[in-house]
């Protein structure tokens, strides 16, 4: 079976995954939203899109009436989200959203429960727990070949151009670095180690305080605890560049992944050796897996769904607390 998707947001990210479709089997780009009629006859031309496929931010509520879409994948700036995830809901589609899922938790968890309430799937674009490096470092973790997990560093970042864009607009971002690269250490510190974290503690530090407005993070540092006892300690910032790097430590051996999370080929080595995996385009597996998770049920090593990504974001609401509190604080997910 194949997943007939249609992309919402028709930006550079989009862009990326409308190529990387291209090499899908399971999964075709059959549709698009867009509130640009330039871009959607571009898209049309180039990826063979029928007319009754294409809609615009007003009328794409009428998608429910369009039995040749399966799901669509909502690529907008992070404020949109939420939203947008619920009005495909609602007109009966599946529903993939780009990370971060929404701006906070409690918008989050409204879209769990009103794609429950649709009976339609939420997934979300964590690329890596894909990708095959990823998942041989998981591997090792589990089989106990770095023996009891300590200790997780991860380091996210890149120097952000320009000042007017959407990601430093704390309406349609929802903060700065953090919700952007920094949730690439936070979800990765519970994949690597294999748990959720029970504490953070975070602080702030902002250089440039004309580009990186109030509620817009432009380096922030955290520190995460968890059950088993070891602790992660990692930063986001829009300040460094080529900042791209985890390491796993236990008390037999350790993981060390740069780049860790870009699109390019993912580099690592363990106590053992390099890791040695196939290089692939992180989108193209991403959309066959989907496919198999929407049409097949197929259960994926590392969860792609709403209730995955709702944890990320309960944790970005505590590290904003803590950074602006200086205090601990706990979790529970
Ligand atoms: P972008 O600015 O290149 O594209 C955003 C698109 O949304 C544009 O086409 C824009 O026209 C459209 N849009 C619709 N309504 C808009 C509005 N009200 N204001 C502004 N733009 C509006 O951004 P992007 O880099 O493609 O990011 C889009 C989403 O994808 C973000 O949530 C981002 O976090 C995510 N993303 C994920 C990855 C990944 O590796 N998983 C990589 C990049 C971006």
Redesign the pocket.
């Given at each position: 079976p194949v997943l007939r998707v249609a992309i919402?947001?028709?930006?550079?990210?989009?862009?990326?995954v409308a190529e990387a479709m291209r090499d899908c089997t399971k999964a075709k780009l059959v549709g698009v939203i867009?509130?640009?009629p330039s871009?959607i006859t571009a898209w049309q031309t180039r990826y063979n899109i029928p007319e009754k496929n294409c809609y615009n931010?007003a009328n794409f509520d009428s998608i429910k009436d369009n039995p040749d879409i399966d799901a669509v994948y909502?690529?907008?700036?992070?404020?949109?989200?939420h939203d947008e995830a619920i009005r495909v809901a609602k007109a009966g589609k599946h529903v993939i959203?780009?990370?971060?899922m929404a701006l906070n938790a409690k918008e989050g968890q409204e879209m769990v429960d009103a794609c429950k309430a649709a009976n339609v799937k939420l997934l979300v674009?964590?690329?890596m727990h894909f990708e095959p490096h990823t998942l041989e470092v998981i591997r090792m973790r589990k089989a106990g070949e770095f023996g009891k997990i300590l200790f997780f560093q991860g380091l996210s970042g890149f120097t952000i151009g320009d000042p007017n864009?959407?990601?430093l607009n704390k309406k349609?971002?929802g903060g700065g670095s953090l919700?952007?690269i920094g949730?690439y250490s936070i979800n990765g510190s519970r994949y690597m180690t294999g748990e959720d974290p029970i504490w953070v503690t975070a602080e702030e530090t902002k250089n440039d305080p004309v580009k990186f407005k109030e509620g817009v993070d432009e380096t922030i540092q955290f520190q995460l605890g968890f059950p088993g006892g070891s602790v992660a300690s990692c930063l986001s910032t829009y300040s460094m560049n080529n900042l791209d790097r985890f390491f796993l430590n236990g008390t037999r051996g350790f993981a060390e992944m740069q780049p860790a999370?870009g699109?390019g080929p993912i580099m690592g080595r363990t106590n053992k050796g390099e890791i040695n995996q196939p290089v692939v385009t992180?989108?193209t597996v991403q959309m066959e897996e989907m496919s198999a998770i929407i049409l097949q049920g197929k259960q994926p090593i590392v969860p792609v769904d709403g209730e995955e990504a709702l944890k990320d974001l309960k944790i970005i609401d505590a590290i904003y607390e803590a950074a602006k509190t200086g205090k601990k604080v706990k979790l529970n997910l």
């Open positions: 919402m947001g028709l930006g550079s990210y989009g862009t990326r867009s509130g640009t871009k931010y909502i690529i907008t700036p992070n404020g949109l989200h959203s780009e990370k971060p674009g964590y690329r864009q959407w990601r349609l971002s919700m952007d949730i999370t699109y992180h989108q």
